[in-house]
């Protein structure tokens, strides 16, 4: 790769994680607060009690701030595959496109269309329609994730499409089976679910503040008590869709789970690190085994991968080198299968426009029988398919040791809550208050596990991120990353703003 397209393919991808990683700040709430809130309002309907309706107004105005403010790098998000990444577009736009515009139209219009009734419909429409609205704004939030997961899977292991050789274009010919894909169901559960985690955890903290504060008695406890039990069975629900997600993860990205747990080596019976610390000085194929130190559960990694105890589980040199002994075929001959497959569609298209039917008829052959590996072509070096291995791996262990704490976390407060011992002891108070940055880093770290996991590959297998960029200057997309930086810093910086104004002037 020339240094021009280095520069380029670093910048876009920069810019995009930066999009990607901000609007992801946002979506996590929406997706878990909708819920408690339709929880809330539920409630109202069936007591009558006007508090009720307080609490669910309270909330309601928290989520509409965060919102309005989602929106705009969602929307921002989604016009960077036109300009940033064109060529992707191009290649995979007729699957990509189908869910991405079903999202547009089904599921944000749902959302955009009850969420008027939801904020302004109060004393204006019957208690009953007003709740089936708040209801349909939850549900509308949570289709419009399903949509964007499913595409997102997608990349993560491309099914239901076929190659046109004519346009040079994947078209879909399965939607059903890239909807109901298990990378997709366990992607879309995982990723909700979290979210539902993260708004729980959001709704205890502002309650223990004002618990801290000695106001808004009754308003703190039922939260406080709505969202643990929602968060304590979301977190239940998290861990087993991660289990899920894990394994997935083993079957159809075998890197990506290598680089999890700085796996080098593969092994029979292959152990689980709980916690390590990587060493820097480790390289390719000498006889370190990448820690410094590390605890381990034995053969649980195993067990994740294949639902077997003594299974074997490929490590990044198997994956780099191959492995005969367990049927690994080495990258560097999948590199080979991949310039003869890119070859081969060329000399097909030539043969096809001179009229050459033999050859025609024997390039389509090789071009079949090698296009999984099409991808692989591009690639400049086998140790090229590796992706930061620190990064992914501390990012992973962050996401799951915060994940089992979330959960002694929502049992504490549920304890500490029947007990009616929760303002006596300030420092769960004061917990909750600082978990709730915890749960945004948790959140994060699981997307640079599932996007930074899987490069060099835009689409696995198939696409390589230098393949996707648009043909641009670098220096437009520097400019923008920038540009971006200041805008999204300060919508950041707005939200956290009126927020905590929001709840001061409660």
């Known amino acids: 790769m020339d240094e021009n397209l280095l520069e380029l393919v670093n910048w876009s991808r920069a810019q995009f994680a930066l999009t990607a990683m901000y609007?992801?700040?946002?979506?996590?709430?929406?997706?878990?607060?909708?819920?408690?809130?339709?929880?809330?309002?539920?409630?109202?309907?069936?007591?009558?009690?006007?508090?009720?309706?307080?609490?669910?107004?309270?909330?309601?105005?928290?989520?509409?701030?965060?919102?309005?403010?989602?929106?705009a790098t969602g929307i921002i998000l989604e016009f960077q595959f036109g300009t940033n990444?064109?060529?992707?577009?191009?290649?995979?736009?007729?699957?990509?496109?189908?869910?991405l515009a079903i999202e547009g139209i089904m599921a944000f219009f749902l959302e955009s269309t009850f969420i008027a009734v939801m904020f302004f419909g109060w004393n204006k429409v019957s208690k009953?329609?007003?709740?089936?609205?708040?209801?349909?704004?939850?549900?509308?939030?949570?289709?419009?994730?399903?949509?964007?997961?499913?595409?997102?899977?997608?990349m993560q292991h491309p099914v239901g499409m076929k190659f046109n050789t004519e346009t040079a274009r994947n078209e879909m010919v399965d939607f059903w089976e890239i909807l109901f894909s298990p990378v997709a169901i366990s992607k879309f559960l995982h990723t909700i679910t979290s979210g539902y985690v993260l708004a729980s955890i959001f709704v205890i903290g502002v309650s223990a503040w004002f618990l801290l504060k000695n106001r808004e008695e009754f308003l703190a406890k039922k939260?406080?008590?709505?969202?643990?039990?929602?968060?304590?069975?979301?977190?239940?629900?998290?861990?087993?869709?991660?289990?899920?997600?894990?394994?997935?993860?083993?079957?159809?990205?075998?890197?990506?789970?290598?680089?999890?747990?700085?796996?080098?080596?593969?092994?029979?019976?292959a152990s689980l690190v709980l916690f390590g610390l990587l060493d820097g000085d480790?390289?390719?194929?000498?006889?370190?085994?990448?820690?410094v130190f590390k605890i381990e559960i034995p053969k649980?990694?195993?067990?994740?991968?294949?639902?077997?105890?003594?299974?074997?589980?490929?490590?990044?040199?198997?994956?780099?080198?191959?492995?005969?002994?367990?049927?690994?075929?080495?990258?560097?001959?999948?590199?080979?299968?991949?310039?003869?497959?890119?070859?081969?569609?060329?000399?097909?298209?030539?043969?096809?426009?001179?009229?050459?039917?033999?050859?025609?008829?024997?390039?389509?052959?090789?071009?079949e029988e090698n296009f999984k590996y099409f991808g692989y072509g591009y690639l400049n070096s086998p140790e090229s398919i590796i992706p930061n291995v620190p990064l992914v791996f501390y990012s992973f262990h962050i996401m799951v040791a915060l994940g089992f704490y979330f959960i002694v976390f929502f049992i504490l407060v549920l304890f500490f809550l029947k007990k009616d011992i929760l303002q006596k002891n300030k420092w769960i108070l004061y917990t909750?208050?600082?978990?709730?940055?915890?749960?945004?880093?948790?959140?994060?770290?699981?997307?640079?596990?599932?996007?930074?996991?899987?490069?060099?590959?835009?689409?696995?297998?198939?696409?390589?991120?230098?393949?996707?960029?648009?043909?641009?200057?670098?220096?437009?997309?520097?400019?923008?990353?920038?540009?971006?930086?200041?805008?999204?810093?300060a919508l950041l910086i707005a939200e956290i703003k009126i927020m905590t104004t929001q709840i001061k002037n409660y």
Not at 85 to 99: E, H, K, L, T
Not at 282 to 291: A, M, P, W
Not at 453 to 477: E, F, H, N
Request: proline share 2%.
């Open 23 to 71: 609007h992801w700040l946002f979506v996590p709430l929406t997706l878990g607060i909708t819920f408690i809130i339709a929880i809330m309002e539920t409630i109202y309907y069936k007591t009558n009690d006007e508090k009720w309706k307080k609490i669910t107004k309270f909330w309601m105005i928290l989520f509409g701030i965060n919102f309005a403010i989602g929106v």
């Open 85 to 99: 990444w064109s060529n992707y577009s191009w290649f995979v736009g007729d699957i990509f496109g189908a869910p």
């Open 128 to 154: 009953k329609f007003h709740l089936v609205s708040t209801w349909l704004v939850a549900l509308g939030s949570n289709l419009s994730a399903l949509w964007i997961l499913v595409a997102n899977a997608w």
């Open 223 to 269: 939260s406080i008590l709505i969202a643990a039990i929602f968060g304590l069975s979301s977190s239940l629900f998290l861990a087993g869709t991660g289990d899920i997600a894990g394994h997935e993860i083993a079957q159809k990205q075998g890197m990506k789970l290598a680089a999890m747990e700085g796996l080098y080596k593969g092994e029979n019976g």
């Open 282 to 291: 480790k390289k390719l194929k000498d006889e370190n085994n990448g820690f």
């Open 300 to 367: 649980a990694l195993s067990f994740l991968a294949n639902r077997d105890f003594d299974s074997f589980v490929p490590g990044i040199e198997d994956i780099v080198y191959g492995n005969k002994e367990h049927g690994f075929i080495p990258t560097s001959e999948k590199i080979i299968k991949g310039k003869l497959a890119i070859k081969s569609l060329k000399e097909y298209k030539s043969s096809k426009k001179n009229g050459d039917k033999i050859k025609e008829k024997s390039s389509l052959k090789i071009f």
């Open 432 to 489: 909750s208050i600082w978990t709730v940055p915890l749960a945004y880093i948790a959140s994060e770290t699981g997307w640079i596990v599932a996007e930074v996991g899987r490069q060099p590959w835009v689409i696995q297998d198939l696409m390589t991120t230098s393949m996707a960029v648009s043909k641009i200057d670098a220096s437009a997309v520097q400019i923008t990353f920038f540009l971006f930086l200041s805008i999204f810093t």
